[in-house]
């Protein structure tokens, strides 16, 4: 159904990464990560679940819109309803694709589903051939499998493939198998079915126990040749396999994969960046392949080996995944022309002239404030830009803070909410909190705070520094992002932001039906 020696990466941080509590995008996101992973040459982006809410289905169907070079595909549950809304969100793809699916273990179909054995074959059949009603191309996973009885397995995958599935996932739901079991169960499933040749096998990895990443690559050394994986292994729980990590493994150790992806690898780092930024979850400095540490010699000996030879301790290229001397030529001085090249050479595109103009004079502001501008001020200046853009109901005036030794710290402060000014003021345990304080004075939001994170963009005392506020109210929760050189306005701003999200129409639902 393939080509043997082309391993098919199939990016879901759009729906299983949008997942993990507090990960939800808009619609402007999405679509900004998906031009982000087409840029990396991804071969198929899942954009959502279609039928969980109007926001998700809006976003799946602005994203199957924009893709051109990349499958956009949308999930579904084995049910009428979800797979014909997700038919209708893809219909103006350049190619779509339809992700069903219906769990196949023991505990699954009797605790959940509460269906027998041969009432999940009959549904899953039912599905794909619907399915095949809006596309060709057609994916069925068994969720729960890596807990499920092989020979069910066996029965259920070659009944779909029967209907008309070209694609069988094969999903550790829970991150329960270890590699050398996972491996072999891809291996039996290719051997034992009968027409297993007229379908791709993909494998879907959680990362409950840290193995979905081993997991991944011991069922493609075993003939998988799709890997459904995120960017920064972002996910519910503990994750999803990472998209840089399995790539990477694939590529670097060729002397033991027998195939090969088409991503443009250089990408790579670019669009860990932007996940990060936009969803708030921020990269831990040891992570594998993109984090601050990742090409990092401290030790000396290390530090000598690598400067007599690179590959001394260095099994791979920085340059390869793309990180590069990221110190940008702008400043105060440059021009509009320069300051939108670098953007595009980013994957940086404003859908509006208005929203340039915008990211110009904030990009102008900064390197008033700051004498370096690096490609990581870029990003969160964009993702600035797109959430002034959506539902920005609460906008800050004004902010005073004062805050010394032996005083406590005070916070005034002035809000237009939908246009009117209101003022509000509050004393605090520190700066920040005084301000949260005082904003909520006038928001009266009721949000409980779940999460207060700070992190610097780049280096230097003069760095912007990046805030992310996590707030929770009746069951929903949200993130908010700011970023300022000044750390109290950067907190505001991304309280502000998450209180425009909570106060505003709920973009999705995180149905955990969704979870393969």
Same mark, same amino acid.
């Given at each position: 159904?393939?080509?043997?020696?082309?391993?098919?990466?199939?990016?879901?941080?759009?729906?299983?990464?949008?997942?993990?509590?507090?990960?939800?995008?808009?619609?402007?996101?999405?679509?900004?990560?998906?031009?982000?992973?087409?840029?990396?040459?991804?071969?198929?982006?899942?954009?959502?679940?279609?039928?969980?809410?109007?926001?998700?289905?809006?976003?799946?169907?602005?994203?199957?819109?924009?893709?051109?070079?990349?499958?956009?595909?949308?999930?579904?549950?084995?049910?009428?309803?979800?797979?014909?809304?997700?038919?209708?969100?893809?219909?103006?793809?350049?190619?779509?694709?339809?992700?069903?699916?219906?769990?196949?273990?023991?505990?699954?179909?009797?605790?959940?589903?509460?269906?027998?054995?041969?009432?999940?074959?009959?549904?899953?059949?039912?599905?794909?051939?619907?399915?095949?009603?809006?596309?060709?191309?057609?994916?069925?996973?068994?969720?729960?499998?890596?807990?499920?009885?092989?020979?069910?397995?066996?029965?259920?995958?070659?009944?779909?493939?029967?209907?008309?599935?070209?694609?069988?996932?094969?999903?550790?739901?829970?991150?329960? $198998?270890?590699?050398? #079991?996972?491996?072999? &169960? *891809?291996?039996? =499933?290719? /051997? !034992?079915?009968? @027409? +297993?040749?007229?379908?791709?096998?993909?494998?879907?990895?959680?990362?409950?126990?840290?193995?979905?990443?081993?997991?991944?690559?011991?069922?493609?050394? $075993?003939?998988?040749? #799709?890997?459904?994986? &995120? *960017?920064?292994? =972002?996910? /519910? !729980?503990?994750? @999803? +396999?990472?998209?840089?990590?399995?790539?990477?493994?694939?590529?670097?150790?060729?002397?033991?994969?027998?195939?090969?992806?088409?991503?443009?690898?250089?990408?790579?780092?670019?669009?860990?960046?932007?996940?990060?930024?936009?969803?708030?979850?921020?990269?831990?400095?040891?992570?594998?392949?993109?984090?601050?540490?990742?090409?990092?010699?401290?030790?000396?000996?290390?530090?000598?080996?690598?400067?007599?030879?690179?590959?001394?301790?260095?099994?791979?290229?920085?340059?390869?995944?793309?990180?590069?001397?990221?110190?940008?030529?702008?400043?105060?001085?440059?021009?509009?022309?320069?300051?939108?090249?670098?953007?595009?050479?980013?994957?940086?595109?404003?859908?509006?002239?208005?929203?340039?103009?915008?990211?110009?004079?904030?990009?102008?502001?900064?390197?008033?404030?700051?004498?370096?501008?690096?490609?990581?001020?870029?990003?969160?200046?964009?993702?600035?830009?797109?959430?002034?853009?959506?539902?920005?109901?609460?906008?800050?005036?004004?902010?005073?803070?004062?805050?010394?030794?032996?005083?406590?710290?005070?916070?005034?402060?002035?809000?237009?909410?939908?246009?009117?000014?209101?003022?509000?003021?509050?004393?605090?345990s520190g700066p920040v909190d005084a301000v949260f304080k005082a904003a909520e004075s006038i928001i009266n939001s009721?949000?409980?705070?779940?999460?207060?994170?700070?992190?610097?963009?780049?280096?230097?005392?003069?760095?912007?520094?990046?805030?992310?506020?996590?707030?929770?109210?009746?069951?929903?929760?949200?993130?908010?992002?700011?970023?300022?050189?000044?750390?109290?306005?950067?907190?505001?701003?991304?309280?502000?932001?998450?209180?425009?999200?909570?106060?505003?129409?709920?973009?999705?639902?995180?149905?955990?039906?969704?979870?393969?």
């Amino acid at each position: 159904m393939s080509n043997p020696k082309r391993l098919i990466i199939f990016d879901t941080t759009l729906r299983d990464g949008e997942q993990s509590p507090g990960a939800s995008m808009t619609k402007e996101e999405k679509v900004r990560i998906a031009k982000a992973l087409e840029k990396m040459r991804v071969d198929v982006i899942e954009a959502g679940f279609p039928v969980a809410s109007q926001g998700d289905f809006d976003a799946v169907q602005a994203v199957a819109e924009q893709i051109k070079d990349s499958t956009v595909c949308g999930l579904s549950r084995a049910l009428d309803s979800d797979i014909d809304r997700a038919g209708e969100a893809l219909k103006k793809a350049a190619s779509g694709r339809i992700h069903t699916f219906i769990a196949t273990s023991p505990i699954h179909m009797e605790r959940k589903l509460r269906m027998t054995p041969d009432q999940v074959v009959e549904q899953a059949v039912r599905a794909v051939r619907r399915a095949r009603n809006h596309t060709d191309d057609v994916e069925f996973s068994a969720e729960d499998a890596g807990r499920s009885e092989l020979d069910f397995l066996c029965r259920v995958f070659e009944a779909v493939i029967k209907a008309g599935a070209r694609t069988l996932n094969v999903p550790d739901t829970v991150g329960y $198998n270890l590699p050398h #079991q996972f491996g072999e &169960t *891809i291996r039996q =499933l290719r /051997e !034992r079915i009968p @027409n +297993a040749d007229q379908a791709v096998f993909s494998v879907h990895c959680h990362n409950d126990l840290g193995l979905a990443t081993a997991n991944s690559l011991s069922a493609v050394i $075993n003939g998988a040749r #799709q890997v459904e994986c &995120t *960017i920064n292994g =972002l996910g /519910e !729980r503990a994750g @999803n +396999a990472a998209l840089e990590e399995v790539v990477m493994a694939v590529t670097t150790r060729q002397d033991v994969f027998d195939c090969k992806t088409g991503l443009d690898t250089t990408q790579i780092v670019n669009c860990s960046r932007l996940v990060s930024n936009i969803t708030g979850f921020a990269v831990q400095p040891n992570k594998a392949i993109v984090g601050a540490n990742a090409f990092a010699h401290e030790s000396g000996i290390h530090q000598d080996g690598v400067l007599k030879h690179r590959e001394t301790y260095e099994i791979m290229s920085a340059e390869d995944v793309g990180w590069k001397q990221n110190r940008m030529v702008l400043g105060k001085h440059s021009g509009r022309n320069a300051f939108r090249a670098r953007l595009t050479e980013l994957g940086i595109v404003f859908d509006t002239e208005e929203e340039l103009n915008d990211a110009f004079y904030r990009f102008k502001e900064l390197a008033d404030k700051k004498h370096e501008i690096f490609d990581d001020d870029l990003q969160a200046l964009a993702t600035d830009v797109s959430m002034a853009t959506d539902n920005e109901r609460i906008k800050l005036v004004s902010l005073k803070v004062c805050s010394e030794t032996g005083e406590t710290p005070r916070a005034d402060l002035v809000l237009a909410v939908d246009g009117a000014e209101e003022p509000g003021a509050a004393i605090g345990s520190g700066p920040v909190d005084a301000v949260f304080k005082a904003a909520e004075s006038i928001i009266n939001s009721g949000a409980q705070l779940l999460l207060f994170s700070v992190n610097s963009i780049t280096s230097g005392t003069d760095a912007q520094g990046e805030v992310t506020v996590r707030l929770e109210k009746g069951g929903r929760i949200v993130n908010g992002q700011g970023a300022d050189t000044d750390i109290v306005i950067a907190a505001v701003k991304a309280y502000l932001n998450a209180c425009n999200k909570i106060l505003g129409p709920a973009e999705r639902a995180h149905p955990q039906t969704g979870d393969v």
